[in-house]
């Protein structure tokens, strides 16, 4: 059973707009959400994260937004540059040292 | 944030052999955390490694299978044993890095392929 869902598998965007990343999750106890970016050939990299008390973080060209209710968080990336064209994944935590982990999103920016 | 070195980078390995993957850590860690991404799969825990103890196990995999050391406070193996095909995957570690705000970094992976 997938507790975090990454619905969309790949996203095209141009250089310079808006990149929208989505991730979906079923369980409301998990109380800490992370962005990972991984490139070929490397192992997921820290992107950023967010506590389930906030409902929004910013990091320079990177914002996760929260939304409880919903059970949702976006990563949005702006403006979306090319060496941002790499497999996002969403995780999420429940208090365990157990993330758990989206399928992943490739994103591609077009130059 | 802690680097972390992780070999072999891959490997292609016989059928019914084993295949031990090595984490060293520049830091001292308590916990090292083994995944394993399956093709077009999300990455799961297989295990969490514990120093001077015995690694817990994640529903679904079994000592036996992927016997984890952890000798020490900076290093860790996993080894996949017995390899089928359905084995071949991507294998990371990871520790929790508190210089990223309590993310994980991740070791650069192992993409094993069973022949």
């Not at chain 2, 900076?74 to 705000?101: K, M, Q, W």
Request: aromatic content about 12%; glycine content about 6%.
């Amino acid at each position: 059973d997938q507790q975090v869902k990454q619905n969309s598998p790949s996203l095209s965007v141009q250089e310079g707009r808006i990149s929208i990343l989505n991730c979906d999750y079923t369980n409301s106890m998990f109380d800490y959400f992370l962005w990972y970016k991984k490139y070929p050939a490397e192992g997921p990299t820290f992107l950023i994260s967010i506590s389930s008390i906030k409902d929004k973080n910013e990091d320079g060209r990177f914002t996760v937004f929260l939304n409880k209710s919903a059970k949702h968080l976006s990563l949005h990336i702006v403006p979306s540059q090319p060496g941002d064209s790499a497999v996002y994944f969403c995780a999420a935590s429940g208090g365990a040292n157990n993330l758990f982990f989206g399928t992943g999103t490739r994103l591609t920016v077009i130059p | 944030s802690a680097v972390i070195s992780q070999k072999p980078s891959r490997d292609i390995c016989q059928r019914g052999t084993s295949l031990t993957i090595q984490c060293q850590v520049d830091s001292q860690v308590t916990m090292m955390f083994w995944y394993r991404q399956q093709p077009g799969q999300s990455l799961t825990l297989i295990a969490t490694a514990n120093q001077g103890s015995e690694a817990t196990y994640e529903s679904g995999f079994v000592i036996d299978k992927f016997p984890i050391s952890r000798p020490n406070l900076t290093f860790s193996t996993l080894t996949v044993s017995n390899l089928s095909p359905e084995d071949s995957s991507i294998y990371l570690c990871s520790v929790e890095d508190r210089a990223v705000n309590y993310g994980y970094t991740f070791g650069s992976g192992t993409r094993l392929t069973v022949v």
